[in-house]
């Protein structure tokens, strides 16, 4: 198996994993601002904070992506430690 092979297998296991948790987090609108934070937080870059992470994940609409990722950290009424006990039974 070649180290793309393995790559590719990695990446299609955490694309399952952040899509189990994104339905899981109780609301359609949840799922994309979730999934470009996941993708924000791996891609590369020294800041990890909002508005640097918008910049790296939607270059074309940082203002957009931005207020997306801030409503989701900071405003949404999302529980994804509870979410991911509900999806994969784990946890207390």
């Not at 924000?40 to 994940?57: F, N, T, Y």
């Amino acid at each position: 198996m070649g180290l793309e092979t393995k790559a590719g297998g990695s990446e299609s296991r955490f694309a399952a994993y952040v899509e189990a948790i994104a339905s899981a987090l109780g609301h359609a609108d949840r799922a994309a601002p979730f999934q470009s934070y996941c993708a924000g937080l791996l891609l590369p870059g020294d800041r990890k904070s909002v508005e640097p992470m918008a910049a790296r994940v939607q270059p074309a609409r940082v203002q957009a992506a931005h207020q997306s990722l801030h409503h989701f950290v900071a405003k949404s009424q999302h529980h994804v430690a509870g979410a991911t006990r509900r999806r994969f039974g784990c946890g207390s």
